[in-house]
């Protein structure tokens, strides 16, 4: 569920905040659900003097769970990334780009060791939304649904194909990640269908709202 609500927000928040204020300095702009990367032409001057308060906000988010794993989720897509291409610009591995899949692949195990105990989370999230009676759409209320089971079935295939890698149990870790990567993808895409379906129904309502009459003020008379 916190991609569906992220890539909501981060739409609203971007297209609000971010690209009016600042697009004649961003050179480019990148976004995974609520993970930005901004290349912007800003003197170093200005960078200089940041206020102190980014600084605490950055140490307040690595201290949480959550912060730390948007972190290590960026840092891990960025490596896999940037050496995919580069692997396949140069037609080999060379140290660099061979350390920076090493360094992906280890930040993903450290996720997926940390998700061990995101099941009971899931759960008690699952069993609050219940079958979505609150939602006023019954399509993103049974997308919704769908998408908590999934996440919700992702979470003991992802722990069985780790304790199969890990020797913990004796069995082949393969058909649990083939079933926890299609479960991965099931949620996403469910996900991308809510966000769609959300923004539509925004879209829809701020339409409405700009073409209705607007009425004119009315004062009460005086006697």
């Not at 979505?132 to 996440?151: P, Q, Y």
Request: hydrophobic share 45%; with cysteine.
């Amino acid at each position: 569920m916190a991609p569906m609500y992220a890539n909501v927000y981060m739409y609203i928040f971007e297209m609000t905040y971010i690209l009016p204020v600042y697009d004649d300095k961003i050179m480019n702009f990148f976004r995974f659900i609520d993970d930005l990367l901004i290349i912007w032409t800003v003197p170093c001057l200005i960078l200089s003097h940041l206020p102190v308060q980014s600084v605490t906000g950055l140490v307040n988010v690595l201290e949480s769970y959550r912060g730390r794993d948007r972190v290590m989720r960026t840092l891990c897509y960025s490596c896999q990334l940037f050496g995919g291409v580069m692997t396949q610009k140069n037609g080999e591995k060379k140290n660099w780009e061979r350390s920076l899949l090493i360094v992906a692949s280890q930040l993903s195990l450290c996720r997926t060791v940390l998700r061990l105990f995101d099941d009971l989370a899931m759960l008690a999230y699952s069993m609050k939304y219940g079958l979505g009676k609150r939602e006023e759409d019954c399509l993103v209320r049974w997308i919704s649904v769908i998408g908590n089971i999934a996440d919700q079935l992702y979470y003991p295939c992802e722990h069985m194909a780790w304790a199969a890698d890990a020797g913990v149990i004796r069995m082949k870790s393969d058909k649990w990640w083939t079933a926890s990567t299609a479960l991965c993808g099931l949620s996403l895409f469910l996900g991308i269908l809510r966000s769609f379906r959300i923004l539509l129904k925004l879209t829809r309502h701020r339409e409405k709202h700009h073409k209705a009459p607007k009425r004119g003020t009315q004062y009460p008379a005086f006697r």
